[in-house]
C-alpha cells in the first residue's frame, strides 16, 4: 500500500463511526489483497506474503469487532475464520485465486456495510481531531489540504 494511501485511511479512520470503521477495514483487506496479487502476478512472493498477513491482521480486527450474542455476529465470525485459512493456503501455494475469491467476498460485505453506513447518524469515535479542508485552491489542476487545528489535544477523550 502506497503512503499515500496509508494518508488517505488515516483521515478517513480519525473521522468514521463505528460503521464507517467496518468499512475501512473491508477496504484495507481489499487494498492489501490488490497488492498480494500484484506481487504474485511480478514473482514477488516475500511482498505477497506481507501483504497478506497485513489483510490478515485486518480480518483479525473485524473479528475483535464482533458481539457474538447475535446471530449476524456468529456468520461473520464463521466467514472471516474462513478468509483467514484461505488466505493462509493462498500464502502457501501462491494462488492468486483463492485470493481473488476472499476478495470478491470482502467486496460484497463491503458493498453491504456501505449501505448500512447511510442509516448510522452515529458521531465518529475520535473526538479533538483535525478539520480538514479539501479543495481545488491556488492552482487550477492541484488539490490543496489545509488542516485547522483547534486545539493541542487530539483522538480519543479520556
Same mark, same amino acid.
Given at each position: 500500500?502506497?503512503?499515500?494511501k496509508k494518508?488517505?485511511f488515516t483521515?478517513k479512520i480519525?473521522?468514521?463511526n463505528k460503521?464507517?470503521?467496518?468499512t ?5 483487506v481489499i487494498e ?9 502476478g *511480478?514473482? =514477488?512472493?516475500a511482498?505477497a ?5 497485513y489483510? /490478515?491482521n485486518?480480518?483479525?480486527? %473485524?473479528l475483535?469487532?464482533l458481539d457474538l450474542?447475535?446471530e ?7 466467514l472471516y475464520?474462513f478468509?483467514k ?11 492468486s485465486?483463492?485470493i ?11 458493498d453491504a456495510y456501505?449501505? *448500512?453506513? =447511510?442509516?448510522?447518524n452515529?458521531?465518529p469515535?475520535?473526538g479533538?481531531? /483535525?478539520k480538514?479542508?479539501?479543495? %481545488?485552491t491556488y492552482g487550477?489542476?492541484s488539490?490543496?489540504e489545509?488542516?485547522a487545528?483547534?486545539c ?5 477523550m479520556?
Open positions: 500500500m502506497t503512503q499515500e494518508q488517505e483521515l480519525s473521522q468514521a460503521t464507517q470503521l467496518i475501512i477495514l473491508y477496504e484495507m492489501y489483497l490488490n497488492d498480494a496479487i500484484d506481487d504474485i *511480478i514473482g =514477488k512472493k511482498d506474503e506481507k501483504n497478506l498477513g489483510a /490478515q485486518c480480518i483479525d480486527e %473485524l475483535r469487532s450474542r447475535y449476524l455476529a456468529k456468520n461473520l465470525h464463521a475464520i478468509f485459512k484461505e488466505l493462509m493456503m493462498a500464502g502457501v501455494t501462491y494462488s485465486h483463492k481473488w475469491r476472499v476478495q470478491q467476498n470482502i467486496k460484497a460485505l463491503r456501505a449501505e *448500512i453506513e =447511510k442509516y448510522d452515529s458521531d469515535m475520535m479533538n481531531t /483535525q480538514v479542508y479539501a479543495g %481545488l487550477r489542476y488539490l490543496n489545509d488542516m487545528m483547534a493541542g489535544n487530539r483522538g480519543y479520556a
